[in-house]
């Protein structure tokens, strides 16, 4: 693990069989009394450090070993912080093999959603992962590319507690006492104030989705993967269909591509089917190659060459379309790279209309969208951890309603510094822009968010903002470009934090 240097620190837990624990660090033995079934063991600050190992006693000994004692930072958001190295690397990929850094490393808080007002949400038993070779691409990529940066010039352990959630809410992190200032919230939040009833909600959700993907599927599927079907009519990739358009369908699409190989395939075959709209099952001469349950990842799959041949290939596409628009969003990559050739996938396709619902897909509520469900599960859990400061890059979510998003982040901060009694330095990140591929526009309130990711340097104290705005393709919610906002957020972070 990482914690900070040159402060106090504390070590917390269960106990519910011993008095009192103890703690023992380079010879020095903390103790302290067990209250409730919890202790809290505090250590004096220690200098920036690798390789330690520490013991805790009480009922059973516990051994810690590999201990840094460095800067750590506390990674707040949603799904561009989440974000990992891994889908970043059409354009960091030589950065990213270069990259061994076994003292720059990652916490993951997984919400443990429960939303009861007398429960205690208890952090998950997440390894610290190491940016190293095997493991580097699931860390945070925001995080990284900017320790990367910091650790190069600095040479100190960096910790990242990763608690950002993709498509969470700025009330998702506020404190329930923050939110009756800004509207009512009780209506969205009452529904989930019993024991259990949010993990309740949230697996209906899961099953109402796959109740209706069942639906769509029939026996009969198996003629549509492996040829094209008569009657199959023309389609342009990328391309779109769209309600405007007169095209849409709610249900299932089939497409198809057939390209020619004029070398033998080899054993490594790569499939990159750019951004698809909303979850597919590919194919390529009857086998699947690769599956995405929902719309923004890159729809990248590496598959065995030997399921091609000299010759004739088809790509077969189920594509799912849930709310009945969809398909192959432009400025993204469609090619076929076999170890002899690479043939582009734009241009010409077949598509038939396969079943249709009457309905589209279950709208629910994700957990990270209800007001508080993220303080009570990420935030507060971590209150008596010591930070260095705040990473923070969400606002995506709120585009729709706008209005007071400064004023709820000032408040959201003010109270996190008050509850780990820190007044830690942030760092803001300024969305990029964005045109929504369906509707040809940017969302209504992303210019108004912006604006008041900006102004937050001015109205909350310590407070810096990073742009990320130029750093995106129009029609791309996750750009990839995010070792250069990275480099952008070590330039701050140097002035602000050393």
Same mark, same amino acid.
Request: hydrophobic content about 35%; aromatic content about 12%; some cysteine.
């Given at each position: 693990m990482v914690l900070q240097r040159d402060r106090i620190c504390a070590i917390f837990g269960k106990e519910d069989q011993a008095?009192?624990?103890?703690?023992?660090?380079?010879?020095?033995?903390?103790?302290?009394?067990?209250?409730?079934?919890?202790?809290?063991?505090?250590?004096?600050?220690?200098?920036?450090?690798?390789?330690?190992?520490?013991?805790?006693?009480?009922?059973?000994?516990?051994?810690?070993?590999?201990?840094?004692?460095?800067?750590?930072?506390?990674?707040?958001?949603?799904?561009?912080?989440?974000?990992?190295?891994?889908?970043?690397?059409?354009?960091?990929?030589?950065?990213?093999?270069?990259?061994?850094?076994?003292?720059?490393?990652?916490?993951?808080?997984?919400?443990?959603?429960?939303?009861?007002?007398?429960?205690?949400?208890?952090?998950?038993?997440?390894?610290?992962?190491?940016?190293?070779?095997?493991?580097?691409?699931? &860390? *945070?990529?925001? $995080?990284? %590319?900017?320790?990367?940066?910091?650790?190069?010039?600095? !040479?100190?352990?960096?910790?990242?507690? +990763?608690?950002?959630?993709?498509?969470?809410?700025?009330?998702?992190?506020?404190?329930?006492?923050? &939110? *009756?200032?800004? $509207?009512? %919230?009780?209506?969205?939040?009452?529904?989930?104030?019993? !024991?259990?009833?949010?993990?309740?909600? +949230?697996?209906a959700r899961d099953e109402g989705i796959a109740a209706w993907r069942s639906a769509l599927e029939r026996p009969d599927e198996e003629k549509y993967i492996s040829a094209i079907p008569e009657g199959a009519s023309d389609f342009t990739v990328p391309g779109m269909l769209l309600k405007k358009d007169g095209t849409d369908h709610t249900g299932i699409v089939w497409f198809y591509k057939e390209f020619e190989l004029l070398e033998e395939p080899g054993e490594d075959a790569f499939l990159y089917l750019g951004d698809l709209i909303d979850a597919d099952q590919t194919f390529i001469n009857g086998k699947a190659v690769g599956r995405t349950e929902y719309r923004y990842p890159p729809r990248k799959y590496p598959f065995d060459g030997s399921i091609l041949r000299k010759g004739k290939n088809l790509i077969s596409v189920r594509l799912i379309l849930e709310t009945g628009e969809g398909g192959f969003?432009?400025?993204?990559?469609?090619?076929?790279?076999?170890?002899?050739?690479?043939?582009?996938?734009?241009?010409?396709?077949?598509?038939?209309?396969?079943?249709?619902?009457?309905?589209?897909?279950?709208?629910?509520?994700?957990?990270?969208?209800?007001?508080?469900?993220?303080?009570?599960?990420?935030?507060?859990?971590?209150?008596?951890?010591?930070?260095?400061?705040?990473?923070?890059?969400?606002?995506?979510?709120?585009?729709?309603?706008?209005?007071?998003?400064?004023?709820?982040?000032?408040?959201?901060?003010?109270?996190w510094r008050d509850l780990y009694q820190q007044n830690l330095p942030v760092i803001v990140v300024e969305m990029c822009d964005y045109t929504d591929p369906v509707t040809g526009e940017q969302p209504a309130g992303w210019a108004s968010i912006q604006a008041q990711q900006v102004a937050a340097a001015k109205e909350v104290e310590d407070c810096a903002v990073v742009s990320a705005k130029d750093l995106g393709a129009p029609l791309e919610l996750h750009p990839q470009r995010k070792s250069e906002l990275g480099a952008r957020m070590a330039e701050v972070a140097e002035k602000m934090f050393y």
């Open positions: 008095p009192e624990v103890s703690l023992i660090l380079e010879g020095k033995e903390y103790t302290a009394k067990v209250s409730d079934g919890q202790f809290l063991i505090r250590i004096d600050p220690h200098p920036a450090c690798t390789g330690l190992s520490m013991t805790i006693r009480g009922s059973e000994d516990i051994k810690i070993q590999d201990i840094c004692f460095g800067d750590v930072f506390y990674l707040g958001g949603q799904s561009n912080m989440e974000l990992p190295v891994s889908r970043t690397m059409d354009v960091s990929e030589e950065e990213v093999k270069k990259s061994d850094y076994p003292y720059i490393r990652q916490y993951r808080v997984t919400p443990q959603y429960n939303m009861a007002e007398d429960e205690v949400a208890e952090l998950a038993d997440n390894p610290w992962v190491p940016a190293v070779p095997g493991k580097i691409g699931e &860390l *945070s990529a925001t $995080g990284f %590319y900017c320790a990367r940066r910091i650790y190069d010039k600095k !040479k100190i352990p960096i910790g990242l507690v +990763l608690g950002a959630q993709g498509g969470s809410t700025v009330e998702s992190w506020m404190d329930v006492s923050l &939110l *009756s200032e800004f $509207g009512n %919230y009780e209506d969205l939040m009452n529904p989930f104030m019993e !024991k259990d009833a949010l993990p309740r909600y +949230l697996k969003v432009a400025e993204h990559p469609y090619y076929l790279r076999t170890e002899n050739e690479k043939i582009s996938l734009t241009g010409e396709w077949k598509m038939v209309k396969g079943v249709h619902s009457d309905t589209s897909v279950p709208v629910f509520k994700m957990g990270q969208e209800v007001p508080t469900s993220l303080f009570k599960t990420s935030v507060r859990p971590l209150k008596d951890f010591t930070f260095s400061g705040i990473w923070w890059y969400q606002g995506e979510a709120n585009s729709d309603a706008p209005s007071r998003y400064g004023e709820k982040f000032r408040a959201m901060i003010q109270f």
